[in-house]
Structure formats: C-alpha cells, structure tokens
C-alpha cells in the first residue's frame, strides 16, 4: 500500500523529521507527530485506497517545520499549508497521478476543517461535504482523532447531518445560470461565478426557493452588473 515499489524510502527524510516534535498534551496525549502517525496509520481500513494511504502519511507532514512553543501551548501556525507544499512535492517526486495528487493534496489541505463542522454555514457545510472522495476525508478525520484525543464528536455531528440530507438538498439543481444572467442583460465575464455562487449559497441556505427569488436577489446584490 504505501511501500509498493519502495516508494516509502523515498520519504523517510520527511517522516524522520517527525520524530521527537512534540505537540500539545491536551489535544495529542498519545506523544509526539512520528508516534501519532504511526497510530493513524495502524488504523487505516483494508483494503485502503492509495490516496488515503498516502493522506493518512502525510496530513502532518508540515508539523515539524511549524513548531513553536507559545505562552499558552505548543502551536503549528501555518502547518496545513506547509504541508500541502511538502505533500505536492512529495507526490511529484513520487510520479504520481494528477488524479491522485489532487486527492492527497486535498486530504492533506482539509484534514482541520473538521473541527469547525458545528460552526459552519450551510452553503459551506453542504460544499465541504461535496468534495470529490469526501468518504476518505471522513475515515481520515475518524482515524486522526481515535490517534490522538479520542473525541469523535465532529464525525459523528458530519455523518449525522449527511445522513439527514437527500440528495436534492445537498446538490440542488441551480435556480440560474450564467444564460439566465444574460437574458437578464448582465454581460458576460469573471463576475458570473461570484454571481451565481452567491445564488447558490442563498439556495443551499434556503433564502432563496425559486428561479424568480434568485432573479430578484441578483438584482439587489449586484444592481452595477446589471
């Protein structure tokens, strides 16, 4: 899975450098990045798509560069990011798939969106959920925690609401599109995409049921496009 062809020499610089990064007791009481890696990756379902295989390895890959001790904890400012340029790195060292690189990018880029799935909006609830293979962005996120404090209540809060939600209502047919927009007489050009996506949040979030609503809601939120 993830040694196939030898493939995991050709990190062992990146995982060596997650031996002895501490990280905070009160979130990792398991011990440091390298040891809670380890942990994640005995979890790993079988058999295991390579692209979560590989996200899995990787979700922290950025932790030891971004380590510091603040005066409240330890802190890794900034380490989802780094961690996705040290993973693009990687995956192109590797050889792999665009398909595959996006996918374990993606893992990588939004392991810790998780933690905010109470707080967010729905538009951007039902879009988080949304992404392509958004099953291996769940199992990573339930592995991440049975690794680390244990607390599954943001996955089974994820499951729950994914659950309640029909299809039609987590991917509802647009109530316009940019021919709609034209029509109307708006021009052509980059300011659709914010147009129609506006709509769409208003839609996902249920302020707007109808193509006529949406009309009227473009109008009065971008009269100068008009």
């Known amino acids: 899975m993830l040694n196939?062809?030898?493939?995991?020499?050709?990190?062992?610089?990146?995982?060596?450098a997650m031996k002895g990064v501490e990280q905070p007791p009160?979130?990792?009481?398991?011990?440091?990045?390298?040891?809670?890696?380890?942990?994640?990756l005995e979890r790993l379902p079988h058999p295991c798509p390579?692209?979560?295989?590989?996200?899995?390895?990787?979700h922290d890959v950025g932790k030891p560069a971004t380590f510091r001790v603040a005066p409240d904890?330890?802190?890794?400012?900034?380490?989802?990011d780094v961690g996705v340029k040290i993973a693009e790195e990687i995956c192109h060292r590797l050889r792999f798939s665009n398909d595959d690189t996006d996918q374990i990018l993606a893992l990588v880029d939004n392991h810790m969106r998780f933690a905010h799935v109470q707080q967010m909006?729905?538009?951007?609830?039902?879009?988080?959920?949304?992404?392509?293979r958004f099953d291996e962005h769940l199992q990573l996120h339930r592995m991440d925690c049975e690794a680390s404090h244990g607390n599954l209540t943001s996955y089974n809060?994820?499951?729950?609401?994914?659950?309640?939600?029909?299809?039609?209502?987590?991917r509802p047919m647009p109530?316009?599109?940019?021919?709609?927009?034209?029509a109307i007489g708006y021009r052509p050009g980059p300011q659709f995409k914010k147009i129609l996506a506006a709509v769409e949040d208003g839609q996902l979030e249920g302020r707007l049921q109808t193509k006529n609503e949406a009309i009227a809601f473009v109008g009065t939120e971008f009269p100068s496009e008009g």
């Open 50 to 58: 390579i692209t979560l295989a590989w996200g899995a390895l990787l």
């Open 175 to 182: 109530l316009i599109t940019g021919d709609d927009l034209i």
């Open 157 to 170: 809060f994820t499951r729950e609401k994914m659950a309640s939600m029909p299809p039609a209502v987590m």
């Open 121 to 132: 909006k729905e538009s951007t609830f039902k879009r988080f959920v949304r992404m392509p």
């Open 26 to 40: 009160q979130f990792h009481p398991e011990g440091d990045v390298f040891v809670h890696t380890l942990l994640l």
């Open 4 to 16: 196939e062809s030898g493939l995991l020499r050709e990190v062992l610089p990146e995982i060596e």
């Open 73 to 80: 904890r330890i802190r890794f400012d900034g380490h989802v």
